[in-house]
């Protein structure tokens, strides 16, 4: 790489955090890991960044697949209203 | 069989009984439309969609998995569906790498270096076993709520089962190029709205 390419490189967080989001969830090439070591050696921002973003992916997956996690409740009458038109739809399925 | 309520689980095999649905599943459900929308209002018409839809298809209720199961599967079409509908119009769009209008650049133009107001600050979420309390995990939901339709859709629709790309994409009428951008600026934003919000 010359010189003023990796120049490029070292000041391009906007590249380098979108090369995080990308290999956290899939897989990025060769030159884009070479790319993405050569920036993270030299960026402490983009370092925290990257480890806050996995992180972040973290929580997420809890979110969505941890049954655990505090149960909403619907209100009382929309769960009414909800019982009567499944049971009015009972009805009219039997008849 | 629905009109048999009292009649209990024999031989492995599950009944159906939609005069006990709102009361076994109704909390459940809503709680995984509203984790999956972030909207109140929208989870609520998904959960009473669910039921009536199920009700059509009771004929086709396999006895092999629970009432539960099926339901949420019923469900979970319903949020994709939700999805897709929040990401029409996407497709014709092309989103470019860069902040668009009316958004927050985090970036420096040209330079692509953080802007000094949105440098990442360390704030304990980058530790290797951060907090990952209930208090942080409500300011992700709220968070969440503030994202456009169309990313929250994308994002969530990545995060939900690990579903492939190439589907999210054709499912979305996304392109990858578009996949990509969204998850950027998503995190970005994501990141920017916790750290604001935790102190």
């Not at chain 1, 391009?12 to 884009?32: G, Y």
């Not at chain 2, 909207?39 to 669910?50: G, I, M, P, Y």
């Not at chain 2, 668009?100 to 133009?109: I, L, R, S, W």
């Not at chain 2, 970005?188 to 709205?193: G, H, Q």
Request: hydrophobic fraction near 35%; include cysteine; aromatic fraction near 8%.
């Amino acid at each position: 790489m010359e010189m003023d390419e990796i120049t490029k490189i070292a000041y391009n967080c906007r590249k380098a955090t979108f090369l995080i989001e990308k290999q956290q969830l899939s897989s990025i090439t060769m030159r884009e890991k070479l790319e993405l070591k050569i920036h993270l050696a030299g960026c402490v921002v983009c370092r925290i960044f990257m480890q806050q973003s996995a992180n972040i992916n973290k929580m997420v997956h809890n979110l969505l697949h941890d049954d655990t996690h505090t149960e909403m409740k619907l209100n009382d009458e929309f769960k009414k209203e909800m019982k009567d038109k499944i049971e009015q739809q009972l009805n009219n399925n039997k008849n | 069989m629905l009109n048999n309520p009292q009649q209990t689980q024999s031989g492995g095999e599950y009944l159906i009984d939609p005069h006990q649905w709102v009361d076994k599943y109704a909390d459940y459900l809503y709680t995984y439309a509203f984790t999956r929308t972030n909207n109140e209002d929208k989870a609520r018409d998904l959960v009473q969609e669910t039921f009536l839809a199920a009700l059509e298809k009771v004929d086709g209720f396999e006895s092999r998995s629970s009432e539960k199961t099926w339901l949420t599967a019923i469900l979970k079409n319903k949020v994709i569906d939700n999805y897709r509908k929040a990401s029409s119009g996407l497709a014709k769009k092309t989103v470019s790498l860069d902040a668009g209008a009316g958004q927050t650049d985090f970036f420096v133009p040209d330079y692509n270096n953080w802007r000094p107001e949105h440098v990442p600050k360390a704030f304990g979420l980058e530790d290797d076993c951060p907090m990952l309390n209930k208090e942080l995990n409500s300011i992700l939901q709220r968070c969440l709520q503030k994202l456009p339709s169309q990313w929250l859709a994308v994002f969530t629709m990545k995060h939900m089962d690990d579903a492939k790309t190439e589907e999210i994409c054709s499912e979305l009428k996304v392109t990858t190029a578009n996949f990509w951008v969204i998850i950027h600026r998503t995190k970005l934003n994501l990141r920017a709205c916790l750290q604001r919000n935790w102190n």
